[in-house]
């Protein structure tokens, strides 16, 4: 068995249910208990209102189960309460046992929402992580820009949030007031072109978008 590295502060975490963590006494069969970690980190990255697996969707290697056992534990999941099998026809799909959950998995098993189960669920897209780009580009990541990073990916999209490092990259800005500038007059005045192309009088708007590829590159390497 190879050693874990350790857990990275650039990484993104999944928020875990704090009455999970009374369940765990009870859990007593690790495939119950990867599938359910499995779901609830899933479902976590899901984009889009249906929010649901299907067994297809709970991958063999990445939990290290057979396909048996994966069907096993969501049976003990789904028996627990943990997850919810909601069936409609032919499909069936597994919803975490949340409020919002409980009301997806009434209103799939009453027929709703087939476009978006036709569409399935994917595995979570690699967005370029905020904290890694700014750590590799712009400096440490300490608890107050930590802080704020957070708060700005509320508001702004992964894409707005690489472009802006990107910029301060290119101008040799860096720092977070600037990148936090270059969003709020964004968001104030919009993105055309000829803004593009104002913050990037000396390069060219080829070279920045060339510069941005980079950047997205290396921060979904990890």
Not at 110 to 122: F, Q, V
Not at 152 to 178: F, I, M
Not at 186 to 201: F, I, L, S, T
Not at 204 to 218: M, N, V
Request: charged share 35%; net charge positive.
């Amino acid at each position: 068995m190879d050693k874990f590295p350790g857990f990275t502060s650039s990484e993104t975490f999944t928020q875990l249910p704090d009455s999970f963590i009374h369940l765990l006494k009870e859990i007593d069969d690790a495939a119950e208990l990867k599938v359910t970690l499995y779901a609830i980190w899933r479902v976590e990255h899901i984009e889009g209102n249906f929010r649901a697996l299907c067994e297809t969707d709970f991958e063999t290697e990445a939990l290290g189960l057979e396909l048996k056992k994966i069907q096993l534990g969501l049976g003990k999941a789904v028996k627990r309460g943990t997850l919810l099998k909601s069936q409609h026809e032919a499909d069936v799909f597994y919803f975490l046992n949340s409020p919002r959950g409980r009301l997806a998995a009434e209103a799939f098993a009453k027929g709703n929402w087939r476009e978006s189960a036709k569409i399935m669920s994917s595995p979570p897209v690699s967005h370029p992580n905020v904290f890694k780009l700014y750590e590799e580009n712009i400096g440490p990541l300490t608890p107050l820009i930590a802080d704020k990073l957070k708060d700005a990916e509320e508001t702004y999209s992964q894409e707005w949030l690489a472009d802006a490092v990107a910029l301060a990259v290119e101008h040799n800005k860096r720092s977070w007031k600037y990148i936090e500038a270059i969003l709020k007059r964004w968001k104030e005045e919009g993105r055309a072109e000829k803004q593009d192309r104002r913050d990037d009088k000396k390069t060219g708007q080829q070279s920045l978008y060339r510069k941005i590829e980079q950047l997205r590159k290396r921060a979904n390497k990890k």
